[in-house]
Structure formats: C-alpha cells, structure tokens
C-alpha cells in the first residue's frame, strides 16, 4: 500500500480484464444473436439443374424457364433423411392479355318506369330502393343535343419518365335521354332513345359509340393496350407447407381436379346450361360446379363464350386453374377530358378530365370490375336496383394468347467489386419491344382494328427468351382466388430475404442517373411487356397439372425449374449447418446442382442499365445505376467470423495498453524502491533475500490479478475469457521479474548546472525545458514512447471503428449486426485508449518528485508562475514533438494491419491523441 502507482496499475490491469471479457462477451453474444435470427429463412438449399453455374451472388429470378428437373428427381429429393419440404416451381407460359374495353359513363337517369318495374320482377330482386324513394330524373346533359369533344389519353411510367401510349380525341353530339311510347307489332313499347339531332360520338374500331341506358349514357373508349402477364407452376400442398400460414391462398389449388375433370368445353357448357336467373343472386361467388369454385365467373363465361364463337377451343383444352395476383405494380393512367363545342367547331366550355389507374379494381385473367370513369358532376343512380344493379362485367373479353416463346432471367455482366464485397453488375440488353399493339379482334369479328389511333412505343427487354415446349390446346384460364405478392415477400424475411420464385420479384431501384449524378431513390415500376428489368410479379399460380396442358408436356419431362428444400433440423443456422450440408451432399449425389442459401443475406447490387430509352426520333440513351437486392450466400460466416475479428482486435488493443501500462508501473515502483535496496544491502541483506522482498510485495497485486482471473472464467466460461486472463498473468509477472532485474543500484546521474566554460547559462524556460530533456534522457525517451502509444492506439481506435462496416461487408445482415454491435465496440475500443492514456499519464510520474522540488528551487530564486507553466509546456511540447511522428508511424503501421483504407484516418486520431496528452500536461498548475 506504500506504492500507488502499484495500487493503480493492479486496479487498471484488473478493471481492463475485466471490463474487456465483459463487453467482448456481450458483443459476442449480441452477434450471435442476431446472425442466428437473420440467417435462416423459409427454406435452406436452392435445388438447380445440373451443370448451373453456382455463384456466392444469386441474383434474385432464379426461374429460367429451361426445366431441367424431372418428377422422378423430385421424388428422390423427398426421400432423402432429413428432407421435411421439398417445393418446386417453374416458369409456365407467357400470356398476352387484352385489357377490357374502357368506358365513360355520364349520368343520363330517366326516373323510374314500367320497364324498370318489370326488370325487377322478372329477376326476383327484393333489395331495390322502393318506388316512392326513387329520385326525380337527372341527367348532365342539356336537353337538346349539344356538341362536345372527348380526347382519351393514357400514359405510362416507368418511375423515371412518362410515356404516352396514345392520345386520340372523337367528336360527337349527346342530349338527354327520352322515355317514349313506340308502336310495336302486337302493341306499344316503352324505350329510352336518344334526343332528336344526336350523333353519339365514336371512336375508331375496336371501340364502340355510346349508347342511352335508364341511368346512364355510356361512351365506349379506345382500348387499353395489350398487357403481358406470366404464370408460374408450384405444388399447392409444398408450398403452403414452406410458407405457412402466407400460403393460404392456395387452399383452392390444392381441392383442383384432376386433369380428366378440367375440360374445357364439358366444364363451358355445364356452366352455360347452369347459368341461369339468380343462379348468383346469393352467395354466387363462393358457388362451386364439379369442384370449381366460380368465384369469378363473368370473364370465365364471356371468355368461353368468345372462345367457342373463334372456334379455338377443342376436345383437348383444359381450364387451368389458378390463383391471380392482386393488384398491379404497373403504371398506367388513363385520362378522358371533355370539352363542350360550337357549331363551327370552337371550345366554349371546359367540363372537366377524369382519370383512373389501371390497377384500380383489375385482377389478371379475371378482371371483376369495368373500367369505367365517370362524366364529372354526375352521380351514380345504379344503387337504386339493389343487388340488380351490380352490372356484369365483359372483363378480359378475349381468352388471353399462351406461349411458351417466354423471357427468362436477365443477363448481367460482372463488373468490380468494391472493399466490402459488394459487386457491380451491367445489363446486357437483349431488344426491343412494341408495348402499345391493340387487339387482333374488334367487337365486330369482321373488321380489323384501327391501328391509326397510336403509334407504335416501345421498351427495352433485358430479359433473354426461351423457347421451350410444344404445341398444345389452346387452353382456358379459370381463376380460383388471388394472392398478394406484397404479403409473400414479407413472409420471405427481410435481412434473410430469399427469392420464392416469380411471384415475389424484388424491387429495383433508381439511385444514380446516365452521368452518374446522385438522384433521389424511385423504385421502378414494371413495363406493360413484362420484358424489362423490373418485372411485374406473375399474374397468375398454377399446379403442374396445369403446366402440363399448357406446354403439352408429359410427366415423365423435366420441366421443373428449381427445388426450394428445408430441412428438418430445428435451431438457428449455425445449429443446422451440419444436417443441411449433409442434405445439400445427398442432393448433389442425384446429380443436381445445390446452392445452400441458409446463412445467406440479401445484398444490394448496383446494375448499369445501358441502352433503355427510345425517344421519338430514334434516340437511345442509357437508364444510370439502378438497385436490387441479391442474395448473398455464406454471409452468415463472413460477419459472423469479420465482426468477431474485430472484437478480437480491440480486445488485444485493451490488453496490449494494460501490458504497457504494467511495465511502466514496474519501472516507477522499482525505482521508488532502489533507495532501499541500497540501504538493505548495506545491512547485510544479499541479492537473493532483496529480489525475494521485492517479489513478495509485487506478489499481492499478482494474488489480486489471479483472484479475478479465476472468478471471470468460472462465471463466463469462455475460451476467450481464459486467454485474455492467462495473458493479464503472463504481463504481469513478466513485469515483476523484469523490474526485480532492474533493482540494482546505479550512479546518481549528475543533474546539477556546470559552471565550467563552455556550459552557457539558463535565460529563457524553453532553452531550461530543453536543457533538462537533454538531462534525463530515459525519462524523456519512456515519456515520449508512452505518448506515441497513445497515438498508435487511438489510430487503431478509430482504424478498427472504420473497418467494422467494411468487414461486416456489404449485406443487409452485416449493416444490421454492425449497428447492433456499434455501441459495445467502441466501449471496448475506449477501454484500449483509456489504458494507454493511463500509461502516458503514468510515465510522467517517473520523475514527479524531482520535477516538484525543482520548481520549489525556482520558486524560491524568484521565477514566477508564468515562467515555470512556459517551463513546463517547453518540456511537453519538445517531448510531443518526439513523439508525433512516432506516433503517427504506429497509427498508420496499424491501420495498415487492420483497415489499410482507413490509414489517413488513423493518423490524424494519433495526432489528435498527442494534441490531448500536450492540453492535459500543461492545463494543471499543482
């Protein structure tokens, strides 16, 4: 207890063992834990045809199109010990769509009548608003006929830039509607027509005219243009199974017949000899026929209908039956404005714009609500009839084109990759693409469609095609429920993101444009082809029966694109890794090709998307840097094992400064007790019994330091608590037997003024700093190397504080362990810094008592406290001139060693590290 710097260094070394395991074993724990709940998400091993090209970087559509697996190898999957889900999935067909035939509807109510009377007789309506509570009549019309100029228009967005698809404006003339009495044979006839001296306005084929109803008159729009949708094949009872509960919707798929009972023309004509009054005036969407559930049976029955009258359906064709995506991820706004005309053809009234998104209310394959916008100021008297009111809808009124001449996956060419691991990726375009085509067909099968009304825009595709399958019947789509895309993804995880397949494609995002420049994120949205880089999820989910009718395939092909596997083996990934390798080894000897996504994390990837836009004359210009998440596989291991490093760094930071700071104790202690080894000596004690005296006392700071040591690893139970503890003891009584060799006595070095000639006189304080500097040679070189220690180590600091985010890599696993970690890593990164501050601290007091009676001395001979605090910052600012550049050297030397990016850095922290020490040697005056 004699000797403070002893008791102090005891404290430190103890409190630096201690606080170090403790901080490094949460950080630990912590990373443990997130990597263990991040890294494993619904199924473990991606199951590839054989001879796929196997990456760490898996990009996010993993569905070709090619097949490649047959039945036969899935069954052998299944069978093998340790499988408990084995799904598949593949890429069915392309579909062209025709979007059903948009509509106006201006409010035209003639009130109630006898025809309206007998309508809600004859179809058994009790819902209807009763007589007395029908309004007066209403219309927005004038009641004479008056012209006006209606301009359709419809733009697309790709969420850089709007395209306009077309913009084509009718003329016409429309008046209130007129109730009048008509002679018919046999009697008269109540109908509404149209006022005297109406024209109607149309627009080129294949859209109508417009058309007087008891409520409202109806303008048909020019049609939408083609859309294409894709399907994809899964089994119904895998793939619940792999996303539980979010795997619902396809509850329906699973009750689907077999292929005998799904013909199409039997199935047509029982529902048509079913269809009936009231047939789904209760319940109707839930009504099921021979196992299929009619939930959507408007566009079934119109599209069979047009079906039969083409003559495309034969013996061969089946329904396919599917769930359908709801919503749409496409952009594209549809604007009607309307202008009231003269007669000579001049605009003398605005009456408004109207507008309405595509994805409002259309599902593909079955869409179950018309595309309708309404005239302004006029309201919607169709309530008035009840359940009578809900109009059936012509939806999809063609049945849609199948063909397997489809795109697969886009091509990327590797570019570099950066100090994280992140990759650059380009986009190979593969061509161009017409988006706006009309339908093949009009209303009146014998006219072609005006092509006039558009001119042709198209895309970039960057999806390669593939030609895959046979010719087969046509077939019959048949729409059993919906799914949310949005929904399955979210049940994919985050962090742990894997790709399910087509139907949960991940989201790309604009980050920098053509130059390069920085622009605010927008996420793309997908083109109506389907065929360029962002890509709209499937339209629709199909059973493999339902493949095979489309592509005319057997069972016996291999037309299974890829396996989604988990095994069963419970507990993180670290916990499964064993079993799952053993399974992924199993698979392998099948012949497949097996890439093991447990412990994977999904990465953004930056894309250069070259060659993207067409303007109208012809010019192409590039897209700029997009982003998507990729997945990245083994990156559990690469932040598990990178952010464990950089614990273990900081750990020796803390350890090295104790050690340090031990040895700089020793040699104070030692020299504090040579006086008495001397006058020992002296009274006949010899060397053996001095060391042994001198080992004795430094043995109660060794008890101290052992106690500890034992009770922290007997609570932690650490490998890594026993190492720190085993080096804090080595330090230690290394130190104690080096000091116990230094206690022999030595000269007094001669510190007194010379007064010989040659020796000049003090004048100045800086010129006495220098003068005792010079003097005391060992004390200035341990002070100046202690404050260089100090330097190095805060340039670790932050060396290793910048290095995390790096070693942790680029993946959303590494940013989110790296975060969690964040605040104990640089607690453990400051215990290194405090410890090698102590030690700086610690040197100075080598020479406290001299320094204290020398200032006494020059006190007394009149120096005022002015000179002596100039005396004092002379010292310090010589012995940190000594020791920046020492200390900038070990900062760079180990930035090099741990975060070579980070050198520059580190530098300027041991600079910033000696300024420290400078302020805190010259702001005390005791």
């Known amino acids: 207890m004699r000797s403070r710097s002893l008791v102090l260094t005891v404290a430190v070394l103890i409190a630096a063992m201690v606080l170090s395991i403790f901080v ?7 990373l443990t834990r997130v990597v263990d709940e991040n890294t494993r998400g619904v199924y473990d091993i991606l199951v590839l045809p054989g001879g796929t090209a196997g990456d760490e970087l898996r990009q996010p559509d993993f569905l070709s199109g090619n097949g490649g697996i047959a039945a036969s190898d899935l069954d052998q999957v299944r069978g093998i010990d340790g499988v408990s889900v084995a799904a598949p999935i593949s890429l069915v067909s392309k579909v062209v769509q025709d979007i059903e035939f948009p509509q106006l509807k201006a409010t035209d109510y003639v009130g109630y009548n006898p025809n309206i009377e007998q309508y809600l007789k004859s ?8 007589e007395g509570e029908w309004p007066e009549p209403d219309s927005v019309f004038n009641p004479e006929a008056t012209n006006y100029r209606i301009t359709a228009k419809a733009v697309s967005s790709d969420g850089l830039s709007d395209t306009v698809l077309f913009e084509t404006a009718a003329e016409g003339s429309l008046g209130q509607a007129k109730l009048e009495e008509l002679d018919v044979p046999g009697g008269t006839s109540l109908r509404t027509v149209a006022p005297k001296g109406e024209t109607g306005i149309k627009f080129p084929d294949p859209a109508g005219g417009s058309m007087h109803g008891d409520f409202d008159t109806t303008i048909a729009l020019p049609m939408l243009p083609q859309i294409t949708e894709t399907v994809v094949a899964v089994d119904p009872a895998a793939e619940s199974a792999l996303l539980g509960d979010a795997g619902d919707f396809l509850a329906p798929l699973k009750q689907a017949p077999e292929a005998t009972d799904r013909n199409a023309q039997e199935l047509g004509q029982y529902f048509s000899s079913q269809f009936g009054m009231g047939m789904f005036s209760e319940g109707g969407e839930g009504a099921a026929i021979d196992g299929h559930p009619f939930q959507f049976w408007s566009p079934f029955f119109v599209q069979y209908q047009n079906a039969v009258e083409a003559g495309t359906l034969d013996d061969e064709s089946q329904v396919i039956p599917m769930v359908v995506r709801s919503g749409t991820d496409l952009d594209l706004t549809y604007s009607v404005k309307i202008e009231e005309l003269d007669d000579s053809g001049n605009t003398v009234k605005e009456v408004g714009t109207v507008s309405k998104e595509l994805g409002e209310g259309y599902l593909p394959f079955a869409s179950s609500k018309p595309f309708q916008l309404r005239w302004p100021g006029g309201e919607d008297y169709n309530y008035l009839l009840g359940s009578g009111g809900v109009q059936m809808v012509a939806g999809l009124h063609q049945p849609p084109v199948w063909t397997t001449d489809f795109m697969s996956n886009p091509d990327y060419a590797l570019g570099d ?10 986009a190979t375009p593969q061509g161009w693409v017409q988006v706006n085509k009309l339908p093949e067909k009009t209303l009146q099968w014998q006219l072609e469609p005006d092509q006039s009304q558009r001119g042709p825009v198209e895309e970039q595709s960057y999806r390669s095609t593939v030609d895959s399958g046979t010719e087969s019947a046509t077939p019959l789509p048949f729409v059993y429920g919906t799914f949310d895309a949005a929904a399955v993804r979210e049940a994919a995880g985050d962090v742990n993101y894997l790709p399910l397949g087509g139907y949960d494609p991940t989201p790309v995002t604009i980050t920098h444009d053509a130059e390069g420049k920085k622009i605010d994120e927008t996420v793309m949205k997908p083109g109506l082809s389907g065929a360029g880089l962002a890509v ?5 989910i199909t059973d493999f029966t339902g493949l095979a009718a489309v592509r005319g395939t057997s069972a016996d092909e291999a037309v299974i694109d890829a396996v989604r596997v988990r095994v069963n083996a419970g507990g993180s990934w670290a916990d499964a890794e064993d079993q799952i390798n053993t399974v992924a080894a199993a698979i392998e000897d099948l012949g497949l090709q097996t890439q093991v996504v447990a412990g994977s994390a999904r990465e953004d990837v930056s894309i250069y998307v070259p060659d993207y836009h067409k303007d109208a004359s012809g010019t192409v210009s590039d897209l700029g840097t997009v982003q998507q998440s990729w997945v990245r596989q083994g990156a559990a291991g690469e932040v598990h094992g990178a952010l464990s490093a950089s614990s273990a760094a900081l750990l020796a930071l803390t350890v090295g400064g104790a050690a340090l700071l031990t040895a700089a104790s020793s040699v104070a202690f030692t020299r504090s007790r040579r006086t008495e080894a001397v006058t020992l000596r002296a009274m006949g004690w010899n060397r053996r019994r001095i060391r042994s005296w001198f080992l004795n006392e430094l043995l109660v700071g060794g008890v101290a330091v052992l106690a500890v040591a034992i009770i922290a690893s007997a609570i932690s139970r650490s490998a890594v608590t026993l190492w720190v503890s085993l080096i804090a003891l080595v330090v230690y009584v290394a130190a104690a037997f080096i000091s116990a060799a230094m206690l022999k006595p030595h000269p007094k070095a001669d510190t007194e003024p010379s007064g010989a000639a040659g020796v000049p006189s003090v004048k100045t304080p800086l010129q006495f700093a220098a003068r005792q500097l010079s003097t005391n040679r060992f004390n200035t070189v341990a002070i100046a190397l202690a404050v260089a220690v100090l330097g190095a180590a805060a340039g670790a600091l932050v060396a290793v504080l910048a290095d995390i985010p790096r ?24 215990l290194g810094v405090v410890t090698a501050l102590l030690l700086a601290l610690m040197t100075t007091r080598f020479e406290a008592q001299r320094k204290r009676e020398q200032f006494a001395i020059l006190g007394a001979m009149g120096w005022t406290p002015t000179l002596l605090l100039q005396a004092r910052r002379g010292e310090a600012g010589i012995t940190a001139a000594i020791a920046l550049p020492l200390a900038i050297i070990g900062a760079v030397v180990t930035a090099l060693f741990i975060a070579p990016h980070a050198a520059v850095w580190a530098a300027a922290a041991g600079i910033l590290a000696v300024l420290l020490w400078f302020v805190l040697m010259t702001r005390t005056r005791k």
């Open 24 to 30: 490094q074993g949460r950080a630990q724990a912590s």
């Open 123 to 130: 179809q058994g309506i009790q819902d209807a608003v009763p």
């Open 417 to 426: 990759a950066a100090s994280n691991g992140s990759a650059e990726q380009t």
């Open 536 to 540: 709209q999820s499937a339209g629709a």
């Open 807 to 830: 070693a942790a890599g680029s993946t959303a696993l590494g940013s989110l362990a790296a975060s969690q970690l964040s605040g104990l890593n640089i607690a453990l990164a400051l």
